[in-house]
């Protein structure tokens, strides 16, 4: 079964760096595109990034480009969200989350999804 | 930008009960539009997709409707096990998606 699991996350001060994982088993990675989404404590769900599935296009939300980077390699099925430069307010629970569409543009219809990592930021 | 409302931002009602959830996009969006499920600490789910079309295992008592700027989610006879908040999602300016703010559902 489709199995997506986050890591990475943890307290970190502003301004500094983290990078998330987001490993992947159960379906072949290399053909589906992948999210990044995070959630604020308490607050609703925000898109943060996406990646097709040959790494050949990616695009950000404006509340994090070029801040964030995502990034995958397909050999280790893995997804990675490099966060640069962090503020307060990217204190977030971040979900990494499958696309439907396998091959080509995608979907953004977001088919399967982790448990999420908690990114504290704080000084 | 698209910006999505949802209305209302939360409900009670008892189980048994038919629930409906409106969500409305800025601009037409055709049928672009997906409804999520999140319990209580755990992620989103997805249920509907492309505004009307269950996803694969979903109970039937799910259901999505509407086109261009307006859309509904009902559920036709709520369950216990339906407390949880959900969300709209818009896709007609690909690549980028946006959420609607979140409807929470509680049992009377």
């Known amino acids: 079964q489709v199995q997506l699991v986050e890591s990475g996350g943890g307290v970190v001060q502003p301004g500094r760096s983290l990078r998330l994982s987001c490993a992947a088993s159960?379906?072949?990675?290399?053909?589906?595109?992948m999210h990044w989404v995070r959630q604020a404590p308490g607050k609703g769900l925000e898109w943060v990034a996406v990646i097709w599935y040959d790494g050949s296009n990616k695009y950000y939300a404006d509340s994090v480009k070029g801040r964030f980077t995502i990034s995958r390699d397909n050999s280790k099925n893995t997804l990675y969200l490099q966060m640069n430069s962090l503020r307060a307010e990217d204190t977030a629970v971040y979900y990494c989350?499958?696309?439907?569409?396998?091959?080509?543009?995608?979907?953004?219809?977001?088919?399967?999804w982790g448990q999420g990592t908690l990114v504290t930021v704080s000084s | 930008d698209i910006q999505m409302t949802q209305s209302p931002s939360s409900l009670s009602a008892s189980v048994g009960d038919r629930v409906t959830i409106t969500c409305q996009a800025s601009?037409?969006?055709?049928?672009?539009l997906n409804w999520y499920q999140q319990k209580p600490g755990k992620a989103p789910k997805l249920l509907i997709y492309?505004?009307?079309n269950l996803e694969t295992g979903v109970p039937s008592r799910f259901s999505g409707s509407g086109s261009g700027t307006d859309f509904t989610f009902t559920i036709s006879s709520l369950q216990p096990e339906d407390i949880a908040t959900y969300y709209c999602q818009q896709y007609d300016n690909l690549p980028v998606v946006t959420f609607g703010p979140g409807t929470k559902v509680d049992i009377k």
């Open positions: 159960g379906f072949t990675f290399s053909s589906y595109g």
């Open positions: 601009q037409d969006i055709s049928n672009y």
């Open positions: 989350a499958r696309d439907r569409r396998e091959v080509g543009v995608v979907a953004a219809t977001l088919d399967y």
């Open positions: 492309d505004a009307s």
